[in-house]
Structure formats: structure tokens, C-alpha cells
T-cell receptor, first 117, second 111 residues
Framework: AQTVTQSQPEMSVQEAETVTLSCTYDTSESDYYLFWYKQPPSRQMILVIRQEAYKQQNATENRFSVNFQKAAKSFSLKISDSQLGDAAMYFCAYRRMRGGSQGNLIFGKGTKLSVKP | NAGVTQTPKFRVLKTGQSMTLLCAQDMNHEYMYWYRQDPGMGLRLIHYSVGEGTTAKGEVPDGYNVSRLKKQNFLLGLESAAPSQTSVYFC??????????FGQGTRLTVV
């Protein structure tokens, strides 16, 4: 069974600095998606970034980028120039591209990010 | 474009009562899901649907039932609520296996 592990329950960063959130996963599949979702205090789940496993290039969305290491099964999120609005829970998630369990978007337990002014 | 809409946003139930959570999406997505979120547990899949008229069990289906009579709607039912079902419930939808879009969540308390 696939699993997603976020080893940092809480992280803190100074405003304007850079922080990296870790995520590892376990799968025997070769084709899959990886995602980072942000959940601010409003509770809304917001997609931050997406990575297809077949793409070697790391995904980037403005201040957010990932370091995807397929062999190591690692998918970290880097937030540059941190802003107060980045404070939230961040969830790493995995989904296989093919085969059964079509609905199974598997989440890690989350990392709570605090941003200090 | 509303995206994914859940009703209600908050609800308090007494043990043994029943209720239905409604999820509606206007993105013409094939796949829809119900998750529950508990502190320290992340999101866990309850049930999902890959198309109108189809449903399947997820990781934690016990105590819940679902129906998808129309493509845009996915209903989650609790027949006899228990305190262990106190949680935040999220509905989500996706076109296929790409990213899922989430509703704003329903906070359910069972006393």
C-alpha cells in the first residue's frame, strides 16, 4: 500500500526567508502524481503545486517550488520569500495514474507552518 | 463558477440521529470523493465515485453511505451518528486522476 510521510509536524520561518517542507512516499508504481495542498485557518484546501512523476523537471509556481527525487521517493516543497499569508497546514499527497483505487488520493499528516514577522 | 459547494458548513447531532451532507460541483468532473479530517491524521478517504451511479469504499467507510444519482452531486449519509464521527468532512472532485478540488468543509459534532 502506498503511504505518504511528513516528518515535520511543525515548522517556523521568518518572514522573507526560505523554508523547505519534507515529504517522502512509498510506492511500487512508476507513474503517479504528487501534490502539495495548503490549508489556512479558513479550512479551505488549496492546491499549491503538482508534479507528474514522469517529468524530470521540478514544478514551480511563483514562490513555490519542489525538489522531486524519484529514486529517493522524496518530494519537498520550498517556499521562498515567505509571507505572513503562507502560514497554514501543508499536506503532501500522492495519487497513482493508472490501475485500481481511482479515488485514492493519499495524504500525509501535514506540517503546520508558522511565519514570524 | 462556484467550484465545489458543501452544505451545511456546521452541524451538531445527537448520538443516533441521522443526517445527509450534500456536495455539488459545477466543473463537470467525473470523480468525486468524501474525506474526513481529524487532528494529527491528515485526510482519510471515506467513499468515492468515478461516475454517475457508481460508488466505492475508501479507507474508512464504516458508518457512512453515499449516493451519486446525478453527476454533479455526491451525498454522504450518516444513518446513526456516533461520537467517533465527530470530524471535519471534505468533499472533493476531479476530472480524472489529476488534482482534486475541495469544498470548504463541514464541521460535524456528535454529542
Amino acid at each position: 500500500a502506498q503511504t505518504v510521510t511528513q516528518s515535520q509536524p511543525e515548522m517556523s520561518v521568518q518572514e522573507a526567508e526560505t523554508v523547505t517542507l519534507s515529504c517522502t512516499y512509498d510506492t511500487s508504481e512508476s507513474d503517479y502524481y504528487l501534490f502539495w495542498y495548503k490549508q489556512p485557518p479558513s479550512r479551505q484546501m488549496i492546491l499549491v503545486i503538482r508534479q507528474e512523476a514522469y517529468k524530470q523537471q521540478n514544478a514551480t509556481e511563483n514562490r513555490f517550488s519542489v525538489n522531486f527525487q524519484k529514486a529517493a521517493k522524496s518530494f519537498s516543497l520550498k517556499i521562498s520569500d515567505s509571507q505572513l499569508g503562507d502560514a497554514a497546514m501543508y499536506f503532501c499527497a500522492y495519487r497513482r495514474m493508472r490501475g485500481g483505487s481511482q479515488g485514492n488520493l493519499i495524504f500525509g499528516k501535514g506540517t503546520k507552518l508558522s511565519v514570524k514577522p | 463558477n462556484a467550484g465545489v459547494t458543501q452544505t451545511p458548513k456546521f452541524r451538531v447531532l445527537k448520538t443516533g440521529q441521522s443526517m445527509t451532507l450534500l456536495c455539488a460541483q459545477d466543473m463537470n468532473h467525473e470523480y468525486m470523493y468524501w474525506y474526513r479530517q481529524d487532528p494529527g491524521m491528515g485526510l482519510r478517504l471515506i467513499h468515492y465515485s468515478v461516475g454517475e451511479g457508481t460508488t466505492a469504499k475508501g479507507e474508512v467507510p464504516d458508518g457512512y453511505n453515499v449516493s451519486r444519482l446525478k453527476k454533479q452531486n455526491f451525498l454522504l449519509g450518516l444513518e446513526s451518528a456516533a461520537p467517533s464521527q465527530t470530524s471535519v468532512y471534505f468533499c472533493a472532485s476531479s476530472y480524472r486522476r489529476e488534482e482534486a478540488f475541495f469544498g470548504q468543509g463541514t464541521r460535524l459534532t456528535v454529542v
